[in-house]
């Protein structure tokens, strides 16, 4: 009988421990923006939006006319791209 309960309260321990492996991600890391222009950050707004959601937020031709709208597109999809 012992050797039952031991076995029933080593299996409860690792299942509790086993869901809590699984979903272990770092923490969101902020990024600081200032300094940065207007159309930077809401490229980097819309490209992070794009790489956390199924549908893309990228304005095509502020993507195409606008250098700093562009640059911050591809850095926010990239830098939240990779905290999925």
Same mark, same amino acid.
């Given at each position: 009988?012992?050797? =039952?309960? !031991?076995?029933?309260?080593?299996?409860?321990? +690792?299942?509790?421990?086993?869901?809590?492996?699984?979903? @272990?991600?770092p923490p969101p890391?902020?990024?600081?923006?200032? =300094?940065? !222009?207007?159309?930077?950050?809401?490229?980097? +707004?819309?490209?992070?939006?794009?790489?956390?959601?199924? @549908?893309?937020?990228k304005d095509q031709?502020?993507?195409?006319?606008?250098?700093?709208?562009?640059?911050?597109?591809?850095?926010?999809?990239?830098?939240?791209?990779?905290?999925?």
């Open positions: 009988m012992n050797r =039952g309960l !031991s076995r029933l309260a080593l299996a409860a321990v +690792a299942t509790a421990l086993i869901p809590g492996c699984g979903g @272990l991600k890391r902020e990024v600081n923006l200032a =300094g940065y !222009s207007a159309e930077f950050k809401q490229g980097y +707004a819309d490209g992070c939006e794009s790489a956390r959601s199924l @549908l893309s937020r031709d502020r993507y195409r006319d606008e250098v700093d709208y562009m640059m911050g597109w591809n850095d926010g999809h990239s830098i939240c791209g990779r905290r999925r």
